[in-house]
């Protein structure tokens, strides 16, 4: 069965920041399309097998059922929906970043 891949506003919001960044202040615009090109590929490949990746140890994050996939030096947080067969990107962050204190701002009430 396949799964509708669906992105947060936090997340969209969060993958618009790191191409901006990339592309402005890095000055590699090439590079940060190749990036979002690359992350959008990975992510479509959630909509089979989603709970191929594992929940996330911090909590209440693991509680409430968010998995994370590493996509080159970044996170990308991820909640399963059974009922709905949805998968929701619900952040993407920065892998040196302290996860706990990013994961802070991310809402679960943006995927319904």
Known sequence: MRYEVKLTSLAIEQIEAIVQYISKVL????????WADALQSEIAKLDFMPSCYPLTEEEPWHTNG???MPFKNFLVYYL???????????????????QIAALVDMSLNDTE
């Not at 000055?27 to 190749?34: G, I, L, N």
């Not at 009922?83 to 990107?89: R, T």
């Open 66 to 68: 968010i998995r994370k």
């Open 80 to 98: 399963i929906d059974e009922d709905k067969k949805a998968v929701w990107i619900t952040a993407v962050i920065y892998g040196r970043r302290d």
């Open 27 to 34: 000055f590699v615009p090439e590079t940060a399309r190749k």
